[in-house]
C-alpha cells in the first residue's frame, strides 16, 4: 500500500523560496518520486521527477527547481527558488513506475497535496 504524505507548503512573495518534503511508504528505490502541481482552471503539470539516478524537470522550474530524493529515510524533497506568481498551486508528491509519466501529471499514487501561494 502506497502512501505519500507531503509537507511544507505556505505562502511567500515573489522571489522567495519553499521547500516541499513527503514521506513515503510502500514503494522501492526504482519507484519514480516526483512532484506535480495544479493550479485552479489549469491542467496538472509535472514538476519534477527522481528516479534513484538522475532528476528530470519541467521547463518551467529549471534552474529554479531542485528534487532530492532519501531512500533511507523514504522521503523525496522538491527546494523552490526564485518563487513566481505563476508557481502557485497545490503541489502532490507522486509516485510511479515510469519518470516520464509523472513529468506529464501521469501517477499511480499521490499525496493529499500541499498548498504554495506566491504573491
Known amino acids: 500500500h502506497v502512501q505519500l504524505v507531503e509537507s511544507g507548503g505556505g505562502s511567500v512573495q515573489a522571489g522567495g523560496s519553499l521547500k516541499l518534503s513527503c514521506v513515503v511508504s510502500?514503494?522501492?528505490?526504482?519507484?519514480?518520486l516526483g512532484w506535480f502541481r495544479q493550479a485552479p482552471g489549469k491542467e496538472r503539470e509535472g514538476v519534477a521527477v527522481?528516479?534513484?539516478?538522475?532528476?528530470h524537470y519541467a521547463n518551467s522550474v529549471k534552474g529554479r527547481f531542485t528534487i532530492s530524493r532519501d531512500n533511507a529515510k523514504n522521503s523525496v524533497y522538491l527546494q523552490m527558488n526564485s518563487l513566481q506568481p505563476e508557481d502557485a498551486g497545490m503541489y502532490y508528491c507522486?509516485?510511479?513506475?515510469?519518470?516520464?509519466?509523472?513529468?506529464?501529471?501521469?501517477?499511480?499514487?499521490w499525496g493529499q497535496g500541499t498548498q504554495v501561494t506566491v504573491s
Open positions: 510502500g514503494t522501492t528505490a526504482s519507484t519514480c
Open positions: 527522481h528516479n534513484s539516478y538522475a532528476a
Open positions: 507522486a509516485a510511479g513506475r515510469l519518470c516520464v509519466d509523472l513529468l506529464r501529471g501521469r501517477a499511480d499514487h
